[in-house]
């Protein structure tokens, strides 16, 4: 009687398709990934016992080797943002707290197709030990793709529409709030906002922020001037504010270089500040203290932000299971409020 043929061995699509998730996460609970939800991982358990599944042990040595490397992504496409003073602190803090764990910190742009798709390919080849997202709009390609990568990623900021499980932001809330009751106190009643892209959570924050001291104070909220969060774009706004309001007295912009433009506009119109315009940013950033004048501002710790963004990610790729974290905000007092 001829010998029964041998049985086929059960694949990690299998697998996939039997437990309702996909192939990468079907993956990272078979390496025992610490960034996989409980129901997931015990529907791919049940599969793998259902169907006597048997990782190959050459693809499992792929799947757990190490890079030694980390990449820090930004949904941008021209590399001078790297020189801005902001993602300049974000680098210097992840850099360091990166340097600690032995990580190689790899910088990438995504917001071309191309620099999209090379993002892509690291999410999920695990190109890096784990990636830090940060800037990204909403409906940004790269939010979903993160959800699927077979590699720890932890965002800096929260994406609009998403909750994801590990992310280190602001208060950018409730600096945006103190900020306006701020001028409040000061007498000043007809306060406009210059806000950032509101197709980002940040900027959405820090207007929500504003809105909720006028309206607590009694006071109507301005339709904002949005910007793009540049010097350029925020003398545009100021611009436009004070064509619209010519009894303006006070302004809240949502980041210092939006900040420093809405100055150099009041003061080629001619106008005071703060005799009749005070001006508040938000961040801290050298360029607040070398304004002219001076910008009060909310600090909030970039350079943290970086760092903190960086020990999460190596908390992940350690197996470990690190909480979500917002870092506070505190008003900076200077001479243009």
Same mark, same amino acid.
């Given at each position: 009687m001829a010998e029964d043929a041998p049985r086929r061995r059960s694949t990690l699509d299998e697998v996939a398709e039997l437990a309702g998730v996909s192939r990468s996460v079907a993956s990272r609970v078979l390496n025992n990934a610490p960034h996989v939800s409980r129901a997931k991982r015990e529907a791919v358990e049940r599969a793998v016992h259902r169907l006597g599944y048997v990782p190959h042990p050459t693809a499992r040595a792929l799947a757990t080797r190490r890079t030694g490397a980390a990449a820090l992504v930004v949904s941008g496409e021209d590399p001078s943002i790297f020189a801005d003073p902001f993602f300049a602190q974000v680098i210097v803090g992840a850099a360091a707290a990166l340097e600690e764990?032995?990580?190689?910190?790899?910088?990438?742009? $995504?917001?071309?197709?191309? *620099?999209?798709? !090379?993002?892509?390919?690291?999410? !999920?080849?695990?190109?890096?030990? %784990?990636?830090?997202?940060?800037?990204?709009?909403?409906?940004? #390609?790269?939010?979903? $793709?993160?959800?699927?990568?077979?590699? /720890?990623?932890?965002?800096? +900021?929260? /994406?609009? %529409?998403?909750?994801? !499980?590990?992310?280190?932001?602001?208060?950018?809330? %409730?600096? $945006?709030?103190?900020? @306006? &009751?701020?001028?409040?106190?000061?007498?000043? @009643?007809?306060?406009?906002?210059?806000?950032?892209?509101?197709?980002? &959570?940040? %900027?959405?924050?820090?207007?929500?922020?504003?809105?909720d001291a006028m309206l607590a104070a009694g006071l109507a909220p301005c339709r904002p001037e949005a910007g793009d969060f540049t010097e350029s774009s925020g003398a545009a706004a100021m611009a436009a504010l004070a064509a619209r309001h010519p009894d303006l007295d006070g302004v809240f912009a949502a980041n210092d270089n939006m900040g420093a433009g809405a100055l150099r506009a009041l003061r080629?119109?001619? !106008?005071? =500040?703060?005799?009749?315009?005070?001006?508040? *940013?938000?961040?801290?950033? /050298?360029?607040?203290?070398?304004?002219?004048?001076?910008? @009060? @501002?909310?600090?909030?710790?970039? &350079?943290?932000? +970086?760092?903190?963004?960086?020990?999460?990610?190596?908390?992940? =790729?350690?197996?470990?299971? #690190?909480? #979500?974290?917002?870092?506070?905000?505190?008003?900076?007092?200077?001479?243009?409020?």
């Open positions: 764990a032995d990580l190689h910190l790899m910088l990438c742009l $995504a917001a071309s197709d191309r *620099g999209r798709r !090379r993002v892509e390919r690291l999410l !999920r080849s695990r190109g890096a030990d %784990g990636v830090m997202l940060m800037a990204l709009r909403e409906d940004d #390609p790269l939010a979903r $793709a993160a959800e699927e990568a077979e590699i /720890p990623v932890v965002f800096g +900021g929260r /994406p609009v %529409g998403l909750d994801p !499980r590990w992310y280190v932001d602001v208060d950018n809330r %409730g600096g $945006a709030r103190a900020a @306006t &009751e701020y001028l409040i106190s000061r007498g000043r @009643t007809r306060i406009a906002t210059i806000c950032g892209r509101l197709d980002t &959570e940040v %900027g959405r924050a820090r207007y929500r922020g504003y809105q080629g119109a001619g !106008r005071r =500040v703060p005799a009749d315009v005070a001006v508040i *940013g938000f961040d801290d950033l /050298p360029a607040a203290r070398v304004a002219d004048p001076p910008l @009060t @501002t909310v600090h909030q710790p970039v &350079e943290g932000l +970086g760092r903190e963004m960086a020990r999460m990610l190596v908390a992940l =790729v350690d197996g470990q299971e #690190p909480t #979500p974290l917002i870092l506070p905000t505190r008003l900076v007092v200077r001479a243009s409020a």
